[in-house]
């Protein structure tokens, strides 16, 4: 660790543990506390990575968790980041998108070839021929991305957490640690948010060497640490402001969501590099990042060293780095600055050079010496390093995604938040505040209006403690004519990349960042989009505040996708009679979140399974649970007068204690849901809807009701209530065995609705006739669904009663031409269509969907009919979705379609052109394999067409309560 | 190395020509005007100036140019859709698009992927098959094909789904592909203005005049301008347009959003789309798995980003690729789109005399930007609608000639 300080008065590491790990290779120590980056410049290693484009060696530019140019790959994660990613024991790391080995990285080619490769060059080539397009993209998706996905990976997930403060501060540096004392002050609770694990920020680094500080940074550690009211959460950042003070806070142990009532921006300033030739050598850094080094990492940025400055924070760099034991050879100044630091630098004997521009950075694998220009001179000076200290961008993301705004302060060369939404509030240096104490008091007046803002008290007008100087250099660009100068590091964006984009009519802000990708990379533009703001400014001869700025959006840094999935929860939702049929050994079916039986297994092929499932309901009895209807109860005065405007048949006049199909369409017409509803009372009823709909009925009917002002409840107890369809020639046999309720059909005829009690339980009971014979649907609560299920199998025994599934249902259902909403209807379908023209009253004043019904009633262009096949062979069954072809057109598709074992023949429904709607038509149905096979139109239900089997004994009920 | 690259890389900056034009001022009258600068305002200009030889045009753009939709979509084209009309449609858009680089002298990265649309459930099964058949009636290359397939094709993908919503099936269509969204906008754009198009940035329309049941003209926040046809062409703001003249439109604006990783080494070469786990995705050629969900649940005029997106949508694409855990989303955004409720655009003629709508672009009206340029195009200069979009006349929502497209959009609805 031959660059390695003795201990310095605030870093992180913990000297007693020694930590090796190895990188590309080879072994390395470090101590606990370092970050990838700075171990290794510990070590001596400079080239820390190779550039997106040019694989040029990339060192440090930053270390403030965004140095693109310093990702790592391990064997199981892609893109760590160096500088901001602690180095643990047996880590084992390498440089992202190399090509052979980071110090021989065959992608150095690019750069032979850079000149050819101008910004947009992948608009103007590589498209004719045609036919090598293929070619050349698979060779651009080579050279493309940065570390390497393994797709064995296993999946991860980190759970999320909740946490309600009254103020969120984000940022503890000087003025938000300053910010939540304060607030905390005021009795109300804090939650004070940074990025590092050790709160402080620039307190600790930029005035690392400031005695008068001492008293001051000890007041705040030690008063945010014993703060009751302080929660603080570190090595976190905010990934996204989401509206009303709704942080996304991501975490090392996963993410947390913090609700605040109030929100102090602390977040500071991001340091800029300034752009001249080949400021990417390794060992060109930010001032800031040399700072952090020494402070946080006890590291040398180098053995000699020039510092490029802009501002005072460069000269106290200066001063930092001769106090760390590094030669500083000279300062080179801009302008020409007179504050307490020039006075101090020139007494420790440092060189100034004033009005200094930058020529170039010389050297081969890193940093061996710099050339500028003073008063007209070149001059050139061996050092190997060089800081840049010559302005600060906002780390403004928070502001800009609360939908605030900035405008650029000419003063301080900075943009500086000129709106903040209600309950945000800045301080510090993103609010344009450099003086130290300054920058405290700043952060007390925020977190004093923040707590304030919280607790709904007025908030009185800050002071305004803004820097009057300029703090950043208006444009600290230098052209060289061999270029290389680097705007964004991410993306390995020259000077004349802008220029170029520019001059081809990219020249607005968001074009610009569009064709040259400039802000694009991971770091999304922290330490290039102020400089390409500036450089269109001045291309366009325009204010910067003209120009304007892209948009932060979240992410702030990008952020793991196993922390904003959080843990894996997928509702799943059980019926009360499960348990039996897992017993039965059911092969379930996801319907929603619920599981349904499908068919239950016997050993025997899945198709004679239901096959027997269905020839058991026909001839005996079956039980199927149909618990996973949506079931809704609605009460009130105005209950029917809600139920008729729901549903297209008339409910108002259903007797109490009867039942009634219900079909809902929606504003056009179209069949969305289908169920019965059942008449408690006058003002009482009960409605069912299909499983999927149930939830978005219910939503549905909530909102109407509201916009209706109609006086009335809707519950929803479809979890609340078990169900299940006993039918059966022998059902009303079984049914008989468990309740006193006389069944004959003058006391309980058919759609009839009746209260009973069924093996000692209380339920409803409705005589239905979905699958086409006698049947008794049961409505029971939840607790007792299971033991009544459980009865009736019992009471069955004797009459060899069968569980059946879902796909006897279809069966059953389809042998009754009965549709099944949204498998024999579309997202178009109307009840016209459907063949259920009997379902719609348009003589009621009003329904959803009745003057679309008015109108479409006369312009049917395809109805649904029903068709068999006398013979076809077992691999020419055609699908359903299959279409119906007539005279080389599409003239339909198959709905629904299977074979009945009753009649002893597949048959199916159809979709079709009104054209082909006569009995005994010919359709021809093309398979899947466009082979075509003939069908024929016959009348539905295909079983039983009269219905004399649901109604055993008396017909002419049919005619008085079901249909019109 | 290609020689077109060679000659790039040879040319000064300010010899290449400019794409756009320097701002200028607006003249007093043009014969037609565009409201939006999207790829489908560029589209329809470029076409009137190259197939109708109408060229005293103008694009108003309030923003910048390809700034709404057209810069926030996931890229995608295809034409397995559901109707006859819109299979028709959208295969005359991929063949506009597979042209378009050598057209444009501008490489577009129109790059074919295959897209797979999984179901999860037999009744998207249905439905898949449903568009296969269909498609293949009318010449479309699509087809139902099985797991064992699937899998041999994106081997990396869990398609037993974490143990729930399995993969039973998917609806494959060999032409879908991924194209540099910008690109086409700036082709279009390039193309049109070099045809003597005029393109206003930064000119916001506030007012369409009309006198007599015709379109005299609009009114900008750079002045008034006169022109006898108007166009809007403006995805989520046709409210604010179509308000202007007094237009009921069955629209409604919902936001979409969309979200892109951190790059990495691409390793997926198909365009994947879950309507069950409300997940779409592929990579792009700068290695970002570009990612996007279903529309946000509310109607909205805003492009606000949400926290529920994102924690929604990666939770989902981790139960097809585990691995992805391991990634970083790194940008998350959002667009308007204007939904029509048969999922179906709306285009064409209008009642007003000189005023013709092409909105209703929801979430599919970045793979219609050419077709939807040249038949609007002819639909103008004609005076009277394309064959192909008859179907999606405003009137059809009065005469119940509804498209019926729900089924065939990859994003949920």
């Not at chain 1, 300054?438 to 305004?464: F, K, T, W």
């Not at chain 1, 060289?480 to 170029?500: M, S």
């Not at chain 1, 003058?746 to 009839?752: C, Q, S, V």
């Not at chain 2, 909105?359 to 639909?379: E, I």
Request: hydrophobic share 40%; proline share 5%; charged share 25%.
């Amino acid at each position: 660790m031959k660059l390695r300080l003795s201990p310095q008065p605030y870093e992180w590491l913990d000297r007693k543990q020694i930590i090796e790990f190895e990188f590309e290779g080879e072994v390395y120590e470090g101590f606990k506390g370092d970050v990838i980056s700075a171990a290794l410049w510990a070590n001596g290693v400079k080239t820390l990575g190779r550039s997106f484009k040019y694989h040029r060696r990339r060192g440090l530019l930053s270390l403030a968790n965004h140095d693109i140019n310093a990702l790592f790959q391990s064997k199981d994660y892609p893109n760590i980041r160096g500088d901001v990613t602690p180095i643990e024991d047996y880590m084992s790391v390498r440089a992202v998108n190399t090509f052979g080995s980071l110090k021989h990285d065959k992608g150095t080619l690019v750069e032979w070839i850079g000149k050819f490769l101008p910004v947009g060059f992948y608009y103007k080539a590589f498209y004719s021929p045609k036919f090598l397009f293929p070619k050349w993209e698979s060779l651009i998706r080579t050279m493309a991305g940065l570390g390497t996905v393994d797709t064995d990976w296993t999946e991860e997930r980190k759970p999320k957490r909740y946490l309600h403060c009254d103020v969120a501060v984000i940022g503890a540096g000087p003025s938000g640690m300053a910010a939540a004392l304060k607030a905390a002050e005021q009795g109300v609770d804090v939650c004070l948010i940074d990025e590092n694990p050790v709160i402080g920020g620039s307190l600790d680094y930029q005035f690392a060497n400031e005695p008068d500080l001492g008293a001051e940074r000890k007041r705040l550690k030690k008063g945010i640490a014993s703060h009751p009211k302080i929660q603080v959460i570190s090595s976190a950042y905010v990934a996204g402001y989401y509206g009303d003070h709704w942080l996304a806070v991501n975490t090392p142990q996963g993410l947390i969501k913090v609700s605040a009532q109030a929100v102090v921006v602390a977040t500071g300033v991001f340091e800029q590099p300034a752009v001249f030739r080949n400021n990417d050598l390794p060992g060109v850094m930010n001032a800031s990042a040399a700072q952090r080094l020494i402070s946080r990492y006890a590291v040398k940025p180098c053995n000699t060293a020039v510092v490029l400055t802009a501002n005072a924070e460069g000269y106290r760099a200066a001063l930092d780095m001769k106090k760390a034991g590094i030669e500083v050879k000279a300062i080179l100044d801009t302008g020409e600055r007179h504050c307490r630091c020039v006075q101090e630098a020139e007494k420790n004997g440092l060189v100034i050079y004033h009005n200094a521009e930058m020529v170039e950075a010389t050297g081969k694998q890193s940093l061996q010496g710099i050339v500028f220009r003073e008063s007209g001179h070149e001059r050139a000076l061996e050092c190997d390093g060089l800081l840049m200290s010559v302005g600060w961008a906002p780390a403004g993301a928070p502001i800009y995604q609360a939908g605030g705004k900035f405008s650029y302060d000419e003063r301080l060369e900075q943009l500086l938040p000129s709106q903040l939404p209600d309950g945000v509030f800045a301080c510090g240096r993103i609010n344009g505040v450099f003086d130290i104490e300054h920058r405290i008091q700043d952060g007390e007046q925020a977190g004093l209006n923040a707590a304030l803002y919280a607790s709904d008290e007025p908030v009185p007008d800050s002071m305004d403690l803004r820097a009057t100087q300029a703090h950043s250099h208006p444009y600290p660009i230098w052209e060289h004519e061999k270029g290389k100068n680097f705007v964004d590091f991410d993306e390995d964006l020259q000077l004349k990349d802008l220029k170029g984009a520019i001059a081809q009519g990219f020249d607005n802000i968001e074009l610009m960042k569009r064709f040259s990708t400039i802000g694009m990379g991971p770091s999304q533009g922290k330490h290039s989009n102020m400089n390409g703001i500036r450089i269109l400014a001045k291309a366009r001869g325009q204010s910067i505040d003209e120009t304007g700025s892209t948009t932060a959006r979240p992410m702030f840094h990008p952020t793991p996708v196993s922390h904003l999935a959080g843990m894996r929860f997928r509702p799943e939702r059980l019926t009360a009679m499960h348990t039996f049929h897992q017993r039965y050994q059911a092969k379930f079916m996801e319907a929603g979140p619920w599981l349904r039986p499908e068919y239950y297994r016997t050993g025997l092929p899945r198709k004679m399974c239901i096959e027997s499932e269905v020839n058991s309901v026909r001839t005996s009895a079956g039980l199927i649970d149909v618990s996973t209807l949506g079931k809704l109860e609605v009460f009130g005065k105005d209950a029917a007068e809600l139920m008729d405007r729901l549903y297209t048949m008339r409910m108002s006049n259903m007797k109490v204690g009867a039942s009634r199909y219900a079909l809902m369409v929606d504003d056009s017409g179209v069949v969305i849901d289908d169920g019965v509803a059942i008449r408690y009372s006058e003002e009482h009823f009960y409605v069912t809807t299909t499983t999927t709909s149930s939830d978005n009925a219910y939503r549905m009917i909530q909102k109407k009701v509201i916009e209706w002002g109609l006086s009335v409840t809707v519950l929803n107890r479809t979890g609340q209530l078990a169900a299940m369809n006993l039918a059966g020639p022998n059902s009303r046999k079984i049914l008989a065995k468990l309740t006193d309720l006389d069944l004959s059909s003058e006391a309980f005829p058919y759609l009839a609705m009746r209260q009973a009690t069924v093996a000692g339980y209380p339920v409803t009971l409705i005589r239905v006739g979905f699958v086409g014979e006698l049947g008794y649907e049961i409505h029971v609560d939840s607790a007792y669904g299971l033991r009544v299920w459980e009865a009736i199998m019992k009471a069955g025994e004797a009459f060899t009663i069968k569980p059946f599934g879902v796909e006897a249902q279809r069966l059953l259902r389809l042998e009754k031409g009965h549709i099944i909403v949204g498998q024999d209807t579309d997202g178009l379908t109307n009840p016209y269509e459907a063949d259920m023209g009997w379902a719609v009253h348009l003589k009621k004043p009003y329904f959803i969907g009745k003057p679309s019904l008015a109108k479409l009633k006369e312009m049917q262009s395809r109805t649904l009919v029903g068709f068999e096949f006398l013979s076809v062979q077992a691999e020419d069954v055609p699908l359903e979705s299959n279409l119906v072809i007539e005279d080389g057109e599409m003239a339909g598709r198959i709905t629904s379609i299977g074979y009945s074992p009753v009649l002893g023949k597949h048959i199916g429904l159809a979709m079709v052109d009104v054209a082909l709607k006569e009995v005994g038509t010919s359709l021809q149905i093309r398979l899947s394999n466009g082979r075509m096979v003939k069908a024929k139109v016959v009348e539905t239900p295909f079983y039983d067409p009269q219905g004399l089997l649901q109604i055993p004994q008396d017909p002419e009920e049919l005619s008085q309560e079901s249909v019109a | 190395m290609p020689l077109r690259l060679l000659k790039y890389a040879w040319k000064k900056p300010e010899e290449e020509p400019r794409f756009f034009p320097d701002e200028k001022p607006l003249k007093k009258a043009y014969d037609v005007v565009i409201i939006g600068g999207g790829g489908h305002g560029m589209a329809c200009a470029y076409y009137l100036a190259k197939e109708h030889g109408i060229t005293n045009v103008a694009v108003l753009e309030q923003g910048y140019i390809g700034g709404g939709n057209t810069g926030r979509n996931t890229t995608i084209v295809r034409s397995n859709y559901l109707t006859a009309e819109g299979v028709k449609f959208y295969d005359q858009s991929v063949k506009l698009f597979e042209d378009l680089s050598d057209e444009f002298d501008l490489n577009i990265f129109y790059s074919t992927r295959g897209h797979f649309t999984l179901a999860h459930t037999d009744s998207a099964m249905r439905t898949m098959r449903w568009r296969a058949e269909v498609n293949k009636h009318y010449g479309i290359d699509s087809e139902v094909v099985d797991v064992e397939t699937i899998k041999k094709d994106i081997p990396y993908m869990d398609v037993q789904c974490n143990g729930q919503h399995p993969v039973m099936g998917a609806l494959y269509h060999a032409p879908g592909s991924v194209a540099r969204h910008d690109a086409v906008a700036w082709g279009y754009a390039r193309g049109a203005q070099m045809r003597g198009v005029e393109i206003h940035q930064k000119t916001q329309v506030t007012e369409i005049k009309t006198q007599d049941g015709k379109v005299k003209g609009v009114q900008t926040n750079r002045g008034f301008i006169e022109a006898s046809k108007v166009i809007s062409m403006v995805a989520g703001s046709t409210p604010r347009i179509t308000k202007m003249v007094d237009m009921q439109t069955p629209i409604e604006v919902f936001p979409l959003q969309a979200c892109v990783t951190e790059p990495v080494k691409p390793f997926m070469n198909t365009i994947v789309v879950s309507g069950s786990l409300h997940v779409y995705v592929s990579q792009s050629s700068r290695g970002e798995l570009v990612m996007g969900a279903s529309v946000d649940p509310a109607e909205l005029h805003s492009t606000r980003s949400t926290l529920d997106f994102v924690e929604g949508l990666t939770d989902q694409m981790m139960d097809l690729f585990p691995f992805t855990s391991r990634l970083k989303i790194m940008r998350q955004w959002a667009g308007m789109s204007d939904i029509t409720p048969d999922f179906a655009p709306i285009m064409g003629k209008t009642d007003l005399e000189g005023f013709y709508l092409d909105a209703g672009w929801g979430t599919w009206g970045f793979k219609a930007t050419p077709v939807s340029g040249k038949t609007m195009a002819y639909t103008v200069a004609n005076d009277r609608d394309h064959d192909l979009i008859k179907p999606f006349s405003l009137s059809r929502f009065e005469e119940f000639a509804l498209v019926g497209e729900k089924g065939a959009a990859s994003v949920g609805h």
